[in-house]
């Protein structure tokens, strides 16, 4: 279970605002503010969003990027 002060920190350490980590993973800036717990209505970051986040910005633990030759 990844919580709300990681999922800010990963975001502000990528350097991006809510509504662009948001886009990175595929919705709206509102669900993303509520990962945050910017939310009363605070939820938790499914796997796949939070895993698809982190290789996107370079920081997942096991997973890199590479572009095709």
Same mark, same amino acid.
């Given at each position: 279970m990844t919580n709300a002060a990681t999922i800010k920190a990963a975001r502000?350490?990528?350097g991006l605002s809510a509504r662009e980590a948001a886009a990175i993973v595929g919705v709206t800036t509102v669900t993303w503010q509520r990962w945050e717990g910017q939310s009363s209505r605070a939820t938790e970051i499914p796997y796949a969003h939070w895993s698809w986040f982190l290789v996107c910005v370079g920081a997942h !633990?096991?997973?890199?990027?590479?572009?095709? !030759?």
């Open positions: 502000e350490a990528a !633990p096991e997973f890199v990027l590479t572009p095709r !030759p």
